[in-house]
């Protein structure tokens, strides 16, 4: 059921008015004088002594179509008319045998016990066909508010429900106010008014917060009394015309939507106290104990908002305890990740110092040297750790922002490779950067740092004797950068993971696992994409794209 869509109305009986009375009337008193002129006309009794029955099919057949009140009625008419009309002595209730004053006793007593059985088994029949009525209203309820994901949608589809369903009840129009985080009501669902354009008077608004600080159904109406204290709350009354019997009043009537001991919201009934649906009103939303059949179908709409309302609460809550766990997770992932990637470098460091400033070893020149680039390439390695961290919170917080630049990129290759002589050492690089190559919009700094951690993991992870092939060219309108490696390579199955934050492929058992995921995420923030390929006879290889555009293009925008 789309939203558009509308619930057949729930028909409730109205008490019979004098209208009612009469057609019953006039049908018990002309289906009674029809069988007795038949009989009349023809003389039919005493020729036929058992001719009396053939009242029972009018007194059935009116118990069976209007009711208990024409049956009894057209049972005593008949009684009567056939003691007048068929009994001797005639057109007198006097009767003079007493085996006809025991038949037609008789009589009397069998139509009333038939028209009452008949009558039961029509309301049996009539309250068969509410409940089926009422189970495919809740059914189609609970069709369409199952179908709909956000809670917004779904409260608005019981709004409607409700004020089409009971539309007979005087409902003509419903709103569902929820609470915000700060504890102020908003309507969170509307049957007649978009949501936006909805607004709550101050009486609305403090009526509607007390029924949630009470749990106790409310009624507005439109005349305000005087409170003895002016600081007090005074709620609206009804006042009633004595001239005008007929008169249709509005007012909204406010219904906690409680499940268990705790009020989640407050249901808004807009309605009229039109003196024919009185009766019929006063027990929409009265109190669950004082409930009869009727209400109680009524009560079912209540209890389906509220259990989508504590549905939505218990989700959220679960998403905040999954988004926790998961926040546990990747703490103790990190921890496990970075703890010895930064006791190692620290490590080395404090060695190396401590080895420099002891007094009582004669360090030679080579020695002091090596104590010294030992230092440099360890606090080299620890920036590099932290710097991946840092952007990688950056990069999860959406505020990494690339300072583009023209840059030539095999310029910017051979700096990173310069910069990384220390770590290359006798390591067999080769270049296929072709002279014709266009410059590219970059950040340098942070395309650097992808280049250093691609190089840094292909020296890392393959053997020393292996070359890294490293290589760029155009393809349509981006530059293709390419890492390869001679090593192990990268299981089919992680190829698509290894760019995730704190996973290593089982064969490298080194790293943080932050590298890759810091790489991607600067060549996204680029506007470009990353990924990884086994190649042909052993190795990985490692490639990124960044946008091309024309120098006249970027000045033009």
Wanted: net charge negative; charged share 25%; with cysteine.
């Amino acid at each position: 059921m789309e939203q558009k869509e509308h619930l057949e109305p729930l028909y409730v009986k109205e008490a019979l008015p004098w209208r009612r009375y009469l057609v019953d009337s006039i049908l018990a008193v002309v289906g009674t004088s029809l069988v007795t002129g038949v009989l009349y006309f023809f003389q039919l009794y005493p020729r036929i002594p058992n001719i009396s029955l053939l009242y029972l099919l009018v007194i059935l057949t009116l118990a069976s179509t209007r009711g208990l009140y024409a049956a009894i009625l057209a049972s005593v008419i008949a009684f009567l008319s056939f003691d007048y009309f068929l009994v001797p002595p005639y057109y007198t209730f006097t009767i003079a045998k007493f085996d006809e004053w025991l038949a037609l006793f008789v009589f009397l007593v069998t139509a009333i016990i038939t028209s009452q059985l008949a009558s039961a088994l029509r309301h049996r029949a009539e309250q068969a066909r509410l409940r089926e009525h009422e189970t495919r209203i809740l059914y189609e309820l609970v069709r369409a508010t199952t179908s709909e994901e956000s809670l917004q949608q779904q409260l608005s589809i019981i709004a409607h429900s409700v004020a089409d369903v009971f539309s007979s009840w005087g409902v003509r129009d419903c709103e569902i106010l929820l609470p915000d985080t700060t504890g102020k009501l908003i309507v969170q669902g509307s049957a007649k008014r978009p949501l936006d354009q909805v607004m709550l008077t101050l009486d609305e608004e403090s009526t509607a917060l007390w029924v949630m600080d009470q749990a106790q159904t409310v009624e507005l109406h439109d005349v305000a009394l005087a409170s003895q204290n002016s600081t007090d709350y005074a709620p609206r009354a009804i006042v009633r015309s004595t001239a005008n019997k007929n008169i249709v009043r509005r007012y909204i009537r406010m219904i906690p939507l409680e499940m268990g001991k705790k009020v989640h919201g407050v249901l808004c009934l807009f309605m009229e106290d039109n003196p024919r649906l009185l009766a019929l009103e006063r027990h929409l939303g009265a109190e669950r104990e004082r409930s009869n059949s009727q209400s109680a179908f009524f009560w079912t709409f209540v209890d389906q908002a509220t259990s989508m309302i504590e549905r939505a609460r218990l989700r959220q809550e679960g998403l905040q305890i999954e988004v926790l766990q998961r926040t546990d997770v990747l703490r103790a992932a990190l921890l496990s990740s970075i703890s010895h990637d930064l006791r190692t470098p620290l490590a080395s460091i404090k060695a190396s110092a401590s080895s420099l400033l002891q007094e009582d070893v004669q360090w030679s020149d080579e020695e002091r040297r090596s104590f010294t680039l030992a230092i440099e390439r360890e606090a080299d390695r620890l920036n590099r750790l932290v710097a991946n961290l840092l952007d990688m919170s950056r990069i999860e917080g959406g505020a990494l922002k690339p300072e583009k630049e023209w840059y030539p990129i095999d310029e910017l290759i051979h700096d990173v490779l310069g910069r990384m002589q220390s770590i290359l050492q006798n390591r067999t690089v080769q270049t296929d950067l072709p002279s014709d190559l266009p410059p590219v919009q970059l950040d340098y700094l942070q395309i650097d740092q992808v280049l250093t951690n691609l190089i840094e993991n292909a020296v890392r992870y393959t053997p020393s004797d292996s070359p890294i092939e490293i290589s760029a060219h155009v393809q349509g309108d981006q530059m293709v950068i390419s890492i390869a490696d001679r090593g192990p390579g990268i299981p089919p199955a992680d190829l698509e993971r290894v760019f995730d934050k704190f996973y290593r492929v089982f064969e490298r058992t080194t790293g943080s696992g932050l590298g890759l995921a810091v790489c991607k995420g600067l060549v996204e923030a680029h506007g470009g994409r990353m990924w990884a390929e086994n190649r042909e006879g052993g190795g990985a290889v490692f490639r990124f794209t960044l946008p091309l555009e024309r120098k006249e293009k970027v000045k033009d925008e």
